[in-house]
């Protein structure tokens, strides 16, 4: 079924466009962005309220079982790109959200979406594709479940490969659990997408991590539980400690709570940010 699924597009070139607020952000280390269910707008108007916010670009969602993953149409991809053009930002990034209801460890469904998908981040112009896997996707104490994702991406890799795209696995195993499948599956098309807010619920020391994970981390997600960022648990200057020995460059997606309005929240979660990511 992996081989014979069909190329989702061809390949569309995407023309960034910077805003006079945003200076050259081709030319940073790191990109800020957000995700598209955080703003809560899962279409192209993500786009205008990432402008507003004055973020670089927007990690758009694949689609869910009830669009029938909708990205892999050209007329929306073309409609999220036209949208991005007009407002200056970048599309971010792409990610199989609906991984986490229909589990890439055990329904063919998601394999085709996980090859269809290349396809689509390549026709998007995006380098990283999340792989969600949690809650009837998790992975921690599923020696099967992680023998099957395994096996698939063993499948896909080569793929991915090809294309020049990488394959994020977010989930809730610690660096040295998802060091072992990067190394079962041997590929440098699949690494880890780090979400600091998600591993520091699970109690790991992200900042050990991070630098556990050099050279490993595709892309990362901050978000700190219910808190803006730097009013919580997380010490980002720390965070911005550990990615530098990491050696990471790339981009950086809000996913955080707004608990006084998402315009005025994600500017404040914004501004530290690129205090401490400016260049």
Avoid at 55 to 73: I, T
């Amino acid at each position: 079924m992996l081989r014979s699924t069909s190329s989702a597009a061809a390949a569309v070139v995407f023309l960034q466009v910077g805003s006079p607020s945003q200076a050259a952000p081709s030319n940073r280390r790191f990109k800020i962005g957000a995700c598209e269910w955080s703003l809560g707008k899962s279409d192209p108007s993500c786009m205008a309220l990432a402008k507003e916010i004055g973020l670089d670009g927007v990690q758009v969602n694949m689609g869910s079982l009830a669009n029938k993953m909708w990205m892999r149409q050209p007329e929306v991809r073309q409609r999220y790109l036209e949208a991005a053009k007009a407002s200056g930002i970048e599309v971010g990034g792409l990610a199989l959200a609906e991984m986490n209801n229909i589990p890439l460890k055990s329904d063919l469904r998601a394999a085709v979406w996980l090859v269809d998908a290349i396809d689509v981040a390549v026709a998007l112009g995006v380098k990283s594709i999340l792989v969600a896997q949690f809650y009837k996707g998790e992975l921690k104490d599923d020696k099967e479940g992680v023998d099957r994702t395994v096996n698939v991406l063993l499948e896909v890799a080569p793929r991915a490969e090809r294309a020049g795209v990488i394959l994020g696995l977010e989930n809730y195993l610690s660096a040295d659990e998802n060091l072992e499948i990067l190394r079962r599956v041997g590929s440098p098309a699949v690494q880890v997408y780090y979400d600091v807010g998600n591993s520091t619920d699970k109690g790991y020391d992200i900042y050990s991590e991070i630098r556990r994970l050099k050279g490993q981390i595709c892309e990362f997600h901050f978000k700190d539980a219910g808190f803006l960022l730097g009013k919580g648990r997380i010490d980002f200057p720390k965070v911005r400690e550990a990615i530098e020995e990491n050696g990471f460059r790339g981009w950086i997606q809000i996913e955080a709570a707004a608990p006084n309005g998402l315009v005025v929240d994600y500017k404040q979660n914004l501004a530290l940010l690129r205090g401490l990511f400016s260049t």
